[in-house]
């Protein structure tokens, strides 16, 4: 009877810290100053081929992302998993060793991964 009584609590337990696991998703945070409708479309479009993974989006303006990423990049903290970043300033993120080539691990991705461009 003492036994029932202390299986069926861990019993319980584990089947809801299972039930957690089982559907935890992912989160990433997208930073960017693209036009809203068109960020709207492409995230929708990912979370329903992707539905494991939430995206949270954080606009700001062209001038407000890129202080913002170099102020995170600076402290070592604080910057967004995905960001657009202007063309204009992408060589001095590189060179600062604020990006992560995707196609080393962990990532190894050694395609393109869906069509941005037209979402």
């Known amino acids: 009877m003492i036994m029932n009584r202390v299986l069926v609590p861990i019993t319980v337990l584990a089947a809801t810290i299972a039930s957690h696991v089982a559907y935890a998703k992912t989160e990433i945070i997208f930073s960017h100053y693209l036009p809203k409708n068109y960020v709207e479309k492409m995230v929708s479009n990912f ?5 494991d993974i939430d995206i949270n989006v954080v606009s700001c303006g062209f001038r407000d992302c890129h202080d ?3 102020t995170a990049l600076a402290v070592g903290e604080g910057a967004a998993d995905v960001t ?3 063309t204009i300033k992408l060589g001095t ?5 604020g990006l992560a080539n995707l196609s080393d691990a962990p990532y190894s ?11």
């Open 109 to 119: 991705i050694t395609k393109p991964v869906g069509n941005l461009m037209n979402p």
């Open 93 to 97: 993120y590189a060179n600062a060793g």
């Open 68 to 70: 913002k990423l170099s």
């Open 84 to 86: 657009t970043i202007s």
């Open 47 to 51: 979370e329903k081929e992707n539905p």
